[in-house]
C-alpha cells in the first residue's frame, strides 16, 4: 500500500495565512482521509529576504503544534519536516520529543535537517559553518538520552557521564528518523541514522542519482536495510486553482500540476522508476483554506487510487 503523509499549513508559504483554526482543521481532516501522517515546518526567526519572509515570517513551533494536534487526533503520525536541529539545545529537545512522544501514544516522527538560513543561523548564535557537524553530534545525543539510565556522551559540543533524564519515548528504542536534505552530507546522514530519507521535490533522473549515493553509502557502513524514500511531491491541481502564476501558453507543464489523472500519472512515474512507496503531499497554488481542503478532498478520491494501480 502506497502511504502518504500530508502538510498542515503551519507557516505562510501556501499564499495565505497560518491560523491555529486552519492548522487543526486540515490536520483532522487528514485522519479522517486516512493519511499515514502529517509534518510540520520548523523555522524560529528569518530575515526580511524574498526567499524567507514571504514563506516562512509566520511559522508556527512545530512541537508545540504537534502536541496540540495529538490532543485532537488518534491514530495519525506526527513528524518534523524538518525540524533544523542545530537551532535548539540536543538535550532539552530530546525531552521534549520524549514527553511529545509518551503523550501522543507513540505516533512522533523525529524528521531533522541541517537548516540553510544563514541570517536564522546568525541570529540565533549558531555558527553556520558548523550546522552539518551539529546535526550529526545532536542526533547521537538524541539516541544516547533516548537509551537507557544513567546516559553518557562525549562529543565537540556537548559532554555529560552519569546522567539520568526521563520520560523516555514509549517507542522503542526511539522514534523513527527522518533525515531531509539531498547533499552528500546529508544522504550520509541518513545512512547513519535515518529510517526514511525525504527529499525535496526533485527531478526523477537527481532521485535516482542520490538514491544511487545513498545506498553506496549504507553498503560503505555495512547496512543493507537502506532507508525508504519518501520525497515531498508539490501538487498543484489546475481545475481547482487554475494555471501556475507566469505560466505561458504551450509552457511545458509543471511537475504535479494539472488534472488529477495528470497529477497521478507524474505520481506513477516516481514510483516505478523510482521505487517510491511513500510521498509527503504538499498542495500549492491554493489561495485560501477552503482551496486546500478541497484539494486533499481531490487527492484522496481521484489521485490516491490511480497512483496505488
Known amino acids: 500500500m502506497v502511504q502518504f503523509s500530508f502538510r498542515p499549513p503551519g507557516a505562510d508559504y501556501l499564499g495565505f495565512e497560518a491560523t491555529p483554526e486552519g492548522i487543526i482543521e486540515t490536520a483532522c481532516k ?141 517507542q522503542q528504542p526511539h522514534p523513527p528518523i527522518w533525515i531531509g536534505g539531498a547533499s552528500q552530507a546529508a544522504l550520509r546522514r541518513a545512512a547513519a541514522f535515518a529510517q526514511v530519507w525525504q527529499p525535496t521535490p526533485m527531478a526523477l533522473a537527481d532521485l535516482r542519482t542520490c538514491q544511487a549515493y545513498l545506498r553506496e553509502a549504507c553498503a560503505k557502513r555495512g547496512r543493507q536495510d537502506v532507508p525508504a524514500t519518501r520525497m515531498s511531491f508539490r501538487v498543484n491541481f489546475s481545475d481547482i486553482t487554475g494555471s501556475a502564476p507566469g505560466a505561458s501558453a504551450g509552457a511545458e507543464r509543471p511537475l504535479g500540476q494539472g488534472t488529477p489523472a495528470q497529477v497521478a500519472e507524474d505520481m506513477r512515474r516516481f514510483r516505478h522508476e523510482a521505487g517510491l512507496e511513500a510521498f509527503q503531499i504538499n498542495f500549492n497554488g491554493c489561495h485560501n483554506l477552503q482551496q486546500l481542503l478541497d484539494s486533499v478532498v481531490l487527492f484522496i478520491r481521484e489521485v490516491k487510487p490511480c497512483v496505488e494501480q
Open 30 to 170: 487528514a485522519e479522517e482521509l486516512g493519511f499515514d501522517a502529517v509534518l510540520l515546518n520548523d523555522h524560529i526567526i528569518v530575515d526580511g529576504s524574498p526567499r524567507a519572509l514571504p514563506s516562512w515570517g509566520n511559522t508556527y513551533d512545530p512541537l508545540i503544534v504537534l502536541s496540540y494536534i495529538a490532543a485532537r487526533t488518534s491514530r495519525i503520525r506526527l513528524g518534523t519536516s524538518v525540524l533544523i536541529m542545530p537551532y535548539r539545545n540536543p538535550v532539552a529537545t530530546a525531552k521534549m520529543m520524549a514527553t511529545l512522544d509518551q503523550m501522543s501514544g507513540g505516533r512522533l516522527i523525529a524528521g531533522v535537517g541541517a537548516g540553510w538560513c544563514e541570517a536564522e543561523f546568525a541570529a540565533l548564535g549558531v555558527p553556520f559553518h558548523e550546522r552539518g557537524a551539529r546535526t550529526t553530534e545532536y542526533l547521537r545525543i538524541w539516541q544516547a538520552c533516548w537509551a537507557p539510565d544513567p546516559v553518557a556522551f562525549h562529543g565537540r559540543f556537548f559532554a555529560f557521564d552519569n546522567m539520568y533524564t526521563k520520560p523516555k519515548p514509549l
